[in-house]
T-cell receptor, first 114, second 113 residues
Framework: GAGVSQSPSNKVTEKGKDVELRCDPI?????LYWYRQSLGQGLEFLIY????????KSGLPSDRFSAERTGGSVSTLTIQRTQQEDSAVYLC????????????FGQGTRLTVV | QKEVEQDPGPLSVPEGAIVSLNCTYS??????FMWYRQYSRKGPELLMY????GNKEDGRFTAQVDKSSKYISLFIRDSQPSDSATYLC?????????????FGTGTRLQVFP
């Protein structure tokens, strides 16, 4: 596909369950970002992958959150033991990774924890 | 204090008005400054990108960066109802592997006919 693809687009889960959110970046993009956007809020940085370097995990809010990027392409954000405050839109973006090219965003995954 | 501060609005203006959107920041390492536009239930899309201080114009949009004041602005001339969206400023530094984008909270703009 031409753009960043995220799945699922919507996810409703029960409190305490684990969820996995998937991001397919644009082919050839070495940088991949995850952000969280709560209602009426800006984009909260979660994690950043750049090529083969160690990811910048400084934005992950707790150890219930983790992310991996396999083969430098697809990324999965996992939230364990979900809480109601995890409800938000999770946005993924990718870029060519050179200083500072445009980051292209996916449509996001709307997560609702009930 | 957040690294990037942005008035959340909402800002409501009549069609044809000049709109001024602003962000302030605290990290002097930021060198790249961007404005993203986000329509409801969509991902953000890049509008303008500026390196260091100065102005950049693209059609009805002008981005300004004043690094000495740590202040950036986006001006929209002849605003249209289709400009109604949330506008997010974003910034990053220059060091390789630390060019993660830091966003403001976004300003919601409504342009009414």
């Amino acid at each position: 596909g031409a753009g960043v693809s995220q799945s699922p687009s919507n996810k409703v889960t029960e409190k305490g369950k684990d969820v996995e959110l998937r991001c397919d970046p644009i082919s050839g993009h070495t940088a991949l970002y995850w952000y969280r956007q709560s209602l009426g809020q800006g984009l909260e940085f979660l994690i950043y992958f750049q090529g083969n370097s160690a990811p910048d995990k400084s934005g992950l809010p707790s150890d219930r959150f983790s992310a991996e990027r396999t083969g430098g392409s697809v990324s999965t954000l996992t939230i364990q033991r979900t809480q109601q405050e995890d409800s938000a839109v999770y946005l993924c973006a990718s870029s060519r990774g050179t200083v500072n090219t445009e980051a292209f965003f996916g449509q996001g995954t709307r997560l609702t924890v009930v | 204090q957040k690294e990037v501060e942005q008035d959340p609005g909402p800002l409501s203006v009549p069609e044809g008005a000049i709109v001024s959107l602003n962000c302030t920041y605290s990290n002097s390492a930021f060198q790249y400054f961007m404005w993203y536009r986000q329509y409801s239930r969509k991902g953000p899309e890049l509008l303008m990108y500026t390196y260091s201080s100065g102005n950049k114009e693209d059609g009805r949009f002008t981005a300004q960066v004043d690094k000495s004041s740590k202040y950036i602005s986006l001006f929209i001339r002849d605003s249209q109802p289709s400009d109604s969206a949330t506008y997010l400023c974003a910034m990053s530094g220059t060091t390789y592997n630390t060019d993660k984008l830091i966003f403001g909270t976004g300003t919601r703009l409504q342009v009414f006919p």
